[in-house]
């Protein structure tokens, strides 16, 4: 099914097609399902262009659907703020069109490369080629590590064994008596492997032979087979690249998505951020949080980094002494406290506002110091 088309103007089409919500009588639901209750397509590329990502969205309830799950653009995968400008104005008028929205955590499947952000801590890309890429270059230990088993089995005379690759772990025939394995008879054979081949003249009777070996793991699994990222692949029983692969998808995703109405005002860098040597670690218009300061920890910058902050949609006097005279309003305890520290008679006086002394802005552990007016948005602010 191709785009919707209608002769209806823009305005009265986006109000005709947004989803109904769940708070309805059940016939009503069964009826009209909510979002909730409907198909979710999975769309990879939101559309860059805002007109095409409106068009995206009424053509996607136009044939039923409840919205979508749906990821950052692969491009750059996580790394680009212009695409998660892109993807943020993308999931915001879904939202405001009443979809239901998933996220897809991977760039792919199956989830934990990150397109190799996890353990090369750099996108690298898909591997087209024969064979098992190159190991992580980085975290080379947190790659996904299998237990490989060859065996024959002999009554006695010549056995050729070929070795799987990897450390070598065993490699052993032992006796079998009434269709068991007499582990006390085990005969030790890894002397006798050359160029990952084992060649053993046994003894008469029945003989089970094993080479075990530990190697990473990669051929004959998902990843291997995988239609989008052929990457080396984590290991899963262990803490330390689930813990980075959430660092790098989920966290990031969180520290862009949260609250988006608040993010409207959120700390965001005012020019690149450098290090002494020119090198990029943020780039004008990032926000500034976890994500970001991971990449400035460890640097000495071109200039200190509180002269590349700006508000976005700070709120500006008149509109603080407002909010400031709501929250007195509506909590009279508060009013106490205020007259105390001599607030009350500043809450309509906007100007009164520009003349505090020193303020401290705390953003995810991290505080700066300076001298605009108090600023009320996320994080926390105090005097």
Same mark, same amino acid.
């Given at each position: 099914? !191709? ?6 103007? +823009? ?7 947004? #989803?109904?919500?769940?708070?309805? *009588? ?14 979710? *397509? ?9 007109? $095409?990502?409106?068009?995206? %969205? ?23 703020? @212009?695409? /998660? @400008? ?10 405001? $069109?009443?979809?239901?929205?998933? #996220? ?22 898909? /591997? ?13 230990? /947190? ?5 490989? %088993? ?11 064994? @070929?070795?799987?690759?990897?450390? +070598? ?26 160029? !990952?081949?084992?060649? /053993? ?12 070996? @530990? ?7 998902? $990843?291997?087979?995988? =239609?989008?990222?052929? #990457? *080396? ?34 700390? %965001? $860098? ?18 500034? !949080? ?14 200190? +980094? ?8 700070? =709120?500006?006097? !008149?509109?603080?002494?407002?909010? #400031?005279?709501?929250? =007195? ?23 009164? =506002? ?19 007016? %108090? ?9």
């Amino acid at each position: 099914m !191709g785009p919707a088309l209608s002769l209806l103007p +823009v305005g009265v089409l986006s109000e005709m097609s947004k #989803l109904p919500g769940p708070d309805r *009588p059940f016939a009503e639901r069964f009826q009209t399902p909510p979002a909730q209750a409907r198909i979710l *397509p999975i769309i990879h590329p939101w559309p860059d262009n805002p007109d $095409a990502q409106d068009s995206k %969205i009424l053509t996607l309830i136009s044939q039923g659907f409840g919205g979508v799950a749906c990821n950052v653009s692969f491009d750059q995968y996580t790394e680009s703020q @212009e695409h /998660w @400008e892109q993807f943020l104005r993308a999931v915001t008028e879904a939202k405001k $069109a009443g979809m239901a929205l998933w #996220l897809y955590d991977e760039r792919g499947y199956p989830s934990g490369v990150a397109g190799g952000l996890t353990m090369d801590d750099k996108l690298l890309p898909q /591997w087209r080629q024969e064979g098992i890429p190159p190991a992580p270059s980085v975290h080379p230990e /947190w790659e996904a590590q299998g237990r490989f %088993i060859a065996d024959a089995r002999t009554t006695g005379g010549e056995v050729s064994l @070929e070795v799987p690759p990897g450390n +070598v772990i065993l490699v052993a025939a032992y006796p079998v008596e009434d269709g068991q394995l007499r582990m006390d008879g085990a005969v030790e054979l890894s002397s006798l492997v050359h160029d !990952g081949e084992l060649e /053993w003249n046994a003894p008469a009777g029945e003989w089970h032979v094993m080479a075990v070996t @530990e190697g990473r793991l990669y051929e004959g699994t998902h $990843a291997a087979v995988s =239609l989008c990222d052929k #990457l *080396p692949y984590i290991n899963l029983l262990m803490p330390e690249p689930t813990k980075r692969f959430l660092e790098v998808t989920h966290d990031r995703y969180a520290e862009h998505l949260a609250d988006i109405s608040v993010r409207r005002r959120m700390v %965001i $860098a005012s020019d690149d951020v450098r290090n002494q040597f020119g090198v990029l670690l943020l780039a004008r218009g990032a926000p500034l !949080g976890r994500f970001a300061f991971g990449r400035m920890r460890g640097h000495r910058l071109n200039r200190p +980094v509180d002269e590349a902050l700006a508000m976005r949609r700070c =709120l500006d006097n !008149g509109a603080l002494a407002s909010r #400031l005279r709501e929250l =007195l309003d509506c909590a009279p305890d508060l009013q106490h406290i205020a007259v105390a520290a001599g607030l009350a008679r500043h809450a309509g006086d906007s100007d009164a =506002l520009t003349r505090q002394k020193r303020r401290c802005c705390f953003l995810d552990g991290a505080h700066y110091t300076h001298s605009s007016p %108090i600023i009320v948005g996320q994080g926390r602010a105090r005097q």
